[in-house]
């Protein structure tokens, strides 16, 4: 799949190369497709499928910027995208800082990139996916007073990228993936509760599809019964799923675009200690298998594993080439984009809490009295800059080291910095969900109303 692009993105740099030798030119191309096979309430629902393909071309001259793109890869639509790019500049704001990363050493770790490709992908007729997909939904059902699975979904995709610049710059990589995902009801007279599950892997053969039915299962029929929780200062668990949306939050915090513009609350606080002794948080592009894995980040620069915040201490921030030159510094590798029809920015790739080395039911037993926080509404309004936080939580009760029942309707409320200074134990039960990983941990206390 990327034998093409290479191809096609060497012809591009040696025209523009010939076009202008004071202008920094680079092209990033792409090539994927997708395939979903989804059951309703035990029927199939339907099948989809599609390809796409797309080129982004970016000029830098005198510290100006311009940028064009456009679905489909051809070297005439290149030259069409890189005429509309030249034409931006003189109406781009100039500003030095502002420059291509020139040639990276090579990436290396071939080991890395076999456990991001799998032959094995877009392989299995549907009939033998579908098959699967009932093992998922029995799995589900199998679990206390599930009334039905309302969905069940199977998707895959695999793609290409090669991002290549006149500066000498040469990158490309190839990854795919596959997911399950459920819906599950669980009903005790009139009530019902919902239930989700979602596991994704670089390989088909890794998912788990009867552990993801029996997730969604589990989470739905254990909050039915639900009562309102004891309001106070109690001490709160997050399982890791839940733990995942506060690290999608920190994430954006990290990223060096959002501090030099002051829309975070790390701004400042490089070096000084902003969490609890029991929170390393890392960003491992380099993780095997991962779903935020790559060797390049999307300017072609090679990643590395990086300590985020260590042992409580903030250490560094995401740069991609051009927040890193506004401060001096080098790309870190960070550098990622949505589409091929955007720029890229600052951002994570497989950020998680590092584990500890207590199990999660030994913590659940170390807790006198708490909440385990299964799902949380309204983290999408946590403001960026003070941290403040009040969310709607559901999940189960703690009572003298034992879980007593399901709660529900609870608000728990605080600054992110507070929460993450109060934490007090971090189990070993590491989960990934998707790109974002976390282990059940504690916050010693937090007001819940």
């Known amino acids: 799949m990327s034998g093409e692009l290479e191809v096609l993105a060497r012809d591009a740099v040696a025209w523009m190369k010939a076009r202008s030798a004071q202008t920094q030119a680079e092209v990033f191309l792409s090539r994927g497709e997708a395939r979903s096979l989804s059951r309703r309430e035990g029927e199939r629902d339907g099948v989809e499928a599609s390809e796409s393909s797309g080129a982004g071309v970016r000029v830098v001259r005198d510290g100006r910027v311009g940028f064009a793109a456009a679905g489909g890869a051809g070297l005439e639509a290149i030259k069409e995208l890189y005429a509309r790019a030249l034409e931006q500049l003189p109406h781009a704001e100039p500003d030095p800082r502002r420059v291509l990363p020139g040639p990276q050493a090579p990436a290396g770790d071939d080991a890395l990139a076999a456990t991001l490709w799998d032959d094995a992908l877009f392989a299995a007729p549907w009939e033998a996916v579908e098959e699967r997909l009932r093992e998922a939904e029995a799995a589900a059902k199998a679990q206390p007073r599930v009334a039905g699975v309302m969905r069940v979904e199977y998707a895959e995709s695999r793609g290409a990228v090669v991002i290549a610049g006149t500066s000498g710059l040469f990158a490309s990589e190839r990854a795919g993936s596959a997911s399950v995902s459920l819906l599950v009801a669980a009903g005790d007279g009139p009530e019902v509760q919902l239930g989700e599950s979602y596991r994704a892997e670089r390989r088909a053969a890794a998912l788990d599809f009867a552990a993801a039915g029996r997730e969604a299962g589990l989470r739905a029929s254990s909050l039915l019964g639900a009562r309102r929780a004891k309001a106070g200062k109690r001490a709160v668990l997050f399982e890791p799923w839940v733990a995942g949306e506060f690290l999608e939050l920190l994430a954006e915090l990290l990223s060096a675009d959002e501090v030099q513009g002051g829309r975070s609350l790390l701004a400042g606080k490089l070096g000084r200690s902003v969490a609890s002794p029991l929170v390393t ?120 080291g034992r879980v007593a029942g399901p709660v529900k309707g609870a608000m728990i409320s605080g600054t992110l910095l507070d929460l993450l200074s109060r934490v007090d134990g971090v189990a070993s039960d590491l989960t990934f969900q998707g790109s974002l990983g976390a282990p059940t941990f504690r916050i010693s206390s937090l007001d819940v109303a």
Do not use: Q, W
């Open 281 to 400: 948080v890392r960003d491992d592009p380099r993780r095997p298998g991962g779903l935020g894995s790559c060797r390049f980040d999307d300017e072609g620069v090679p990643t590395r594993d990086k300590a985020m915040i260590s042992a409580g201490v903030l250490n560094g921030f995401f740069y991609d080439a051009f927040t890193a030159a506004r401060e001096g510094l080098a790309s870190n590798g960070c550098a990622y984009r949505d589409t091929y029809a955007g720029l890229p920015g600052p951002g994570a790739s497989n950020l998680y809490l590092a584990p500890g080395a207590m199990t999660r039911d030994a913590l659940i037993a170390d807790t006198k009295s708490g909440l385990l926080v299964a799902e949380v509404l309204g983290m999408h309004m946590v403001d960026p800059v003070s941290g403040a936080f009040s969310v709607g939580v559901s999940g189960l009760s703690i009572e003298k």
